[in-house]
């Protein structure tokens, strides 16, 4: 990846206060975590992990945060667009996604 480029966007959509709202959290660097940010985020705003509808993660989520997500998060369908080892491709992809304006960029269901 480019310097400056994220390493990785997760986007958590969360059922709160009746409501469906959006968690947004990129990664700066592969040391940063971007699901960890948003689970990090709904502990500190006292969000249950059962109220996560979706979470759509540019990269694969690893074994350990798909265990984490059958425990905490039953209700999420998790989506992600690319596997480890394709980084070019997911540099190219994503350079296509933003120059789209149907939808958001990183909606893809």
């Known amino acids: 990846m480019q310097p400056g480029q994220p390493h990785n966007m997760a986007i958590a ?3 709160h ?24 985020l709904m502990k500190q ?7 996560v509808v979706r979470l759509y993660s540019e990269r694969q989520p690893s074994p350990e945060w798909c ?27 994503v350079g296509k996604l933003l120059a789209k304006r149907d939808k958001p960029w990183w909606k893809f269901w």
């Open 13 to 15: 959509e969360v059922e």
């Open 45 to 51: 705003e006292g969000i249950s992990g059962d109220r």
């Open 67 to 93: 265990e984490y997500f059958a425990t905490h998060w039953p209700n999420a369908a998790v989506t992600w667009s690319f596997c480890p080892g394709e980084d070019a491709r997911m540099e190219a992809e």
């Open 17 to 40: 206060n009746g409501a469906i709202g959006q968690i947004k959290a990129s990664a700066a660097s592969a040391d940063d975590d971007a699901i960890r940010f948003i689970v990090d």
